[in-house]
């Protein structure tokens, strides 16, 4: 590593600031590339990698070939790592922050200016971006319906279930309610050591912080019964399987929307939705 190019990205003023792609040249590592953090090592030429690419390679150099058995650290690619300030990756979408490098991966982590997955990543989709960019993707590309009410109902057909069978996941809705939205999902699927069920939640799409700021409630109703599930939305980077695993949403037996719905025949599950701020 020339001195050139070393001082280009470090100096010894505090305001100093590097981007994201100059780190990346200097101290991702060869064979993970990710971004490297102490201890990183180098060969008798100066080729770097970091300790768990070290091991992987039985200390054997990526670049040369080299063995690496003396454990020599690159102290200044370590001290860069230390002192050298960088922008967050997701600059682009709002976050501002100027952070240490060598706590940029937990930053971004849990940055809440990340770009959101869409609600069908678990199908195929791999679009992100912002709320507003995902919504027009939903209406767009997934015919997604927006209703512009805190108070909706949903008609479903009642599939039937089989043991083989993946979950079906039934068309979605965004509520745009309270200056936000919430994206209303359900499906027919299977929990673990219960047999198939039908299954709806309200998701979030915000910050898990300001998640918490509503509550929501599903009923549905029918031959004199009445089945209500009330709780907080989750912020759409939850993972939905682990919504599901917890059964924290309207869970509904196989056999039970037969019954409700025995007296009209409509084979439709109905799901009366509300959403309040508190």
């Known amino acids: 590593m020339g001195t050139q190019e070393i001082n ?44 768990s690419c070290k091991l992987r390679m039985e200390n054997k150099c990526p670049s040369c070939k080299q063995q690496m058995d003396d454990d020599i650290r690159c102290l200044i690619l370590e001290k860069m790592a230390e002192l050298v300030k960088v922008g967050c990756e997701y600059e682009e979408y709002g976050c501002h922050e100027i952070i240490p490098y060598c706590k940029k991966r937990k930053h971004e982590d849990s940055c809440d200016f990340r770009p959101y997955n869409c609600p069908h990543s ?38 039937y279930l089989r043991h083989d069978q993946s979950c079906s996941t039934w068309m979605p809705c965004v509520s745009h309610c309270f200056g936000e939205y919430f994206y209303f ?63 924290d949403a309207l869970i509904v037996m196989r056999s039970l929307p037969h019954f409700l719905e025995q007296e009209t025949r409509t084979r439709c599950l109905k799901i009366a939705v509300q959403i309040w701020k508190i």
């Not at 994201?20 to 770097?48: A, S, W």
């Not at 679009?127 to 949903?154: A, C, E």
């Not at 998701?203 to 709780?231: P, Q, V």
Request: overall charge positive.
């Open 8 to 51: 280009h990205c470090v100096s010894t003023s505090r305001r100093t600031f590097v981007s994201p792609k100059d780190m990346k040249e200097l101290l991702q590592c060869p064979v993970c590339y990710d971004f490297m953090n102490r201890p990183i090592y180098q060969c008798c030429n100066g080729h770097t990698i970091c300790l």
């Open 122 to 159: 678990t199908l195929g989709c791999c679009v992100d971006g912002d709320i507003s960019t995902l919504v027009s993707h939903l209406t767009n590309d997934h015919m997604t319906k927006i209703i512009n009410n805190s108070n909706f109902q949903r008609r479903f057909p009642i599939a």
């Open 185 to 247: 999902h359900a499906e027919a699927t299977f929990i673990k050591d219960v047999a198939p069920v039908y299954m709806a939640f309200v998701y979030f799409m915000g910050k898990e912080m300001d998640a918490c700021k509503y509550r929501y409630s599903l009923e549905i109703e029918g031959n004199g019964r009445k089945f209500i599930f009330e709780g907080i939305p989750q912020s759409l980077r939850e993972n939905r399987k682990r919504i599901k695993d917890r059964g």
